[in-house]
């Protein structure tokens, strides 16, 4: 039984045409998003592909230069900004809080802002910081004011929740429990919108993501999906001492896609194991020194370098 068609309240964000310029880059361009309710929704791509600039535009930070912009059936600048603004949390990618303040005078602060909410030291357990409530804010580690913004972010009790690298600069066990925050934020009919380059926090959190690259969306779909769309569940990469042709690699048994990602050739292959003896037994006959050989399950990342043979993290 095919469903029935996504009508415009399924959506707890929709916008049409996002453009933002500055004086030397168009930051987004032509950006077209939905995002259903109730869905975590993972925004992925390297430092400058515009990923920030359409969270801000989307939490009305940011006047965009074209374009419209829906939240939760309501529009910026039309008279209920206030009313939105109620129903939205947000956490930046780095937020300025003042030093002085102890956490819980912090959270206190940020559940003023909303006429209804969470109680602070709810939220404070929520966010694992009970034992830090009387601490000043300038005395935090860093990963600890990253989960003291999440607190902030959620005081308000948000129907939309904003995440910009939230778990930035986190121990693996804090950045665990920031996972389980987000979940159960969801568990409770939230929607999130996350922007990450942890491929880990990506494919457990998000029922969908979209990979951007200066300014536009490239690919759209479940993690799992975008995955299997390389067409292999592996990856080789290596480095040898000489010239290889990619027509020579594309022949091996089991290799479905080459990528050539200086110094590295990556190898998307259906089982590692029965390509690497075809490929060592063609570098030997070419007289080749391999340097450097790894291999790993496909991720989102190796997605992402096959769709513009460019890492995640790169510049």
Same mark, same amino acid.
Do not use: H, Y
């Given at each position: 039984m095919t469903p029935p068609a996504a009508t415009a309240s399924t959506f707890a964000v929709s916008c049409r045409g996002l453009v933002k310029r500055y004086p030397d880059v168009l930051a *987004?361009?032509?950006?077209?998003?939905? @995002?259903?309710?109730?869905?975590?929704?993972?925004?992925?791509?390297?430092?400058?592909?515009?990923?920030?600039?359409?969270?801000?535009?989307?939490?009305?930070?940011? @006047?965009?230069? %074209?374009?419209? #912009?829906?939240?939760?059936?309501?529009?910026?600048?039309?008279?209920?900004?206030?009313?939105?603004?109620?129903?939205?949390? *947000?956490?930046?990618?780095?937020?300025?809080?003042?030093?002085?303040?102890?956490v819980r005078e912090t959270v206190r602060l940020f559940r003023s802002f909303f006429e209804t909410g969470r109680e602070v030291d709810q939220v404070l357990d929520l966010a694992g910081l009970q034992e830090k409530r009387a601490a000043r804010v300038g005395k935090l580690s860093g990963g600890q004011?990253?989960?003291? %913004?999440?607190?902030?972010?959620? *005081?308000?009790?948000?129907?939309?929740?904003?995440?910009?690298?939230?778990?930035?600069?986190?121990?693996?066990?804090?950045?665990?429990?920031?996972?389980?925050?987000?979940?159960?934020?969801? %568990?409770?009919?939230?929607? @999130?919108?996350?922007t990450t380059h942890y491929m880990e926090e990506a494919a457990r959190l998000c029922d969908r993501v979209a990979i951007i690259d200066h300014g536009r969306i490239i690919a759209l779909d479940t993690p799992a999906a975008l995955?299997?769309?390389?067409?292999?569940?592996? #990856? @080789?990469?290596? #480095?040898?001492?000489?010239?290889?042709a990619e027509r020579e690699l594309a022949a091996l048994p089991g290799v479905r896609v080459v990528t050539r990602q200086a110094p590295s050739w990556v190898l998307s292959v259906d089982q590692a194991g029965a390509t690497l003896p075809t490929l060592i037994a063609l570098l030997e006959g070419r007289g080749l020194r391999m340097d450097a050989l790894s291999t790993h399950q496909a991720t989102l990342e190796d997605v992402f370098v096959h769709l513009t043979g460019r890492g995640l993290r790169e510049q």
């Open positions: *987004v361009d032509g950006l077209d998003l939905d @995002v259903r309710a109730g869905e975590c929704f993972g925004l992925l791509g390297p430092n400058g592909a515009g990923k920030t600039t359409t969270v801000e535009m989307l939490e009305g930070l940011t @006047v965009p230069d %074209a374009g419209t #912009i829906e939240l939760l059936g309501r529009r910026w600048g039309k008279g209920d900004d206030r009313a939105l603004r109620q129903q939205l949390g *947000v956490q930046l990618q780095e937020t300025k809080l003042s030093e002085k303040l102890t004011k990253q989960r003291l %913004a999440l607190a902030c972010a959620l *005081v308000g009790d948000p129907r939309l929740l904003f995440l910009d690298e939230p778990s930035t600069g986190l121990d693996p066990q804090a950045r665990l429990r920031v996972w389980e925050i987000v979940e159960e934020f969801k %568990a409770r009919g939230g929607t @999130v919108i996350l995955i299997a769309s390389l067409g292999a569940s592996q #990856i @080789v990469s290596f #480095i040898v001492d000489g010239e290889l």
